[in-house]
């Protein structure tokens, strides 16, 4: 059964860039598609990055401006870089895998990390 | 922009009850809805995709329907594993939108 384990600083100073990683385990990232979600009280569950395992990516258009997505299938990993947090970016931040039987949808969660961003 | 709404915000209802929630989008969509069940401090859970398909491994309580600009996610008989926050999601031109969700607490 394949699961998703999201790595991340914890704590990022305002205008510093975040990174956030997500293992896969007990399954490949070859042939699947992956995205990152966040969740915040205030703003609720927001889709922010899409990736495929060929390496296409799309944003939302809240964030496009200040992140990158990737992904290295040799490590079995993709990758979230934030560029100029602010307060707003607070949030948990999970990785998905979009289902196999439907693409439209995440199967797969990890637990998610939370990010705090503060001086 | 399409725009969701889910209702109701909450929910309360005993265990047994039969429940529903409401997704309505403000134009017709496709039927690339799905919907989730997330309890405190752990991530969302799929329940059902495609409006209407039950995901592998979910109780067969759990059923979706609806088409146009309707979408409604019912729980025949609510037991006490189901008090949980429910959300709504909507994909749209690599867009993939959530709802502010309903949560179901216990009357």
């Known amino acids: 059964q394949v699961q998703l384990q999201e790595s991340g600083p914890g704590l990022v100073r305002p205008s510093e860039t975040l990174s956030l990683t997500c293992t896969v385990s007990?399954?490949?990232?070859?042939?699947?598609?992956w995205s990152w979600i966040r969740q915040s009280p205030g703003k609720g569950l927001e889709w922010i990055a899409y990736i495929s395992h060929s390496g296409t990516t799309n944003y939302n258009p809240s964030v496009k401006s200040r992140l990158t997505i990737s992904i290295d299938t040799s490590k079995n990993q993709f990758s979230l870089k934030l560029r100029s947090v602010t307060a707003a970016d607070t949030a948990v931040y999970f990785c998905?895998?979009?289902?196999?039987?439907?693409?439209?949808?995440?199967?797969?969660w990890g637990q998610g990390t939370l990010l705090s961003v503060s001086s | 922009d399409i725009q969701m709404t889910q209702s109701p915000s909450t929910l309360s209802a005993s265990v047994g009850d039969r429940v529903s929630f409401t997704c309505r989008a403000s134009q017709t969509i496709s039927s690339r809805l799905a919907w989730y069940q997330q309890k405190p401090g752990k991530a969302p859970k799929l329940l059902i995709y495609e409006a209407s398909r039950l995901q592998s491994g979910v109780p067969s309580r759990f059923s979706g329907s609806g088409s146009g600009t309707e979408f409604t996610l019912t729980i025949s008989s609510l037991q006490p594993d189901d008090f949980a926050t429910y959300y709504c999601q909507h994909y749209n031109k690599y867009l993939w939108t959530f709802t502010q969700g309903t949560k179901v607490e216990i009357k």
């Open positions: 998905a895998r979009h289902g196999p039987g439907s693409w439209y949808s995440f199967d797969t």
């Open positions: 007990g399954g490949s990232v070859i042939n699947y598609y």
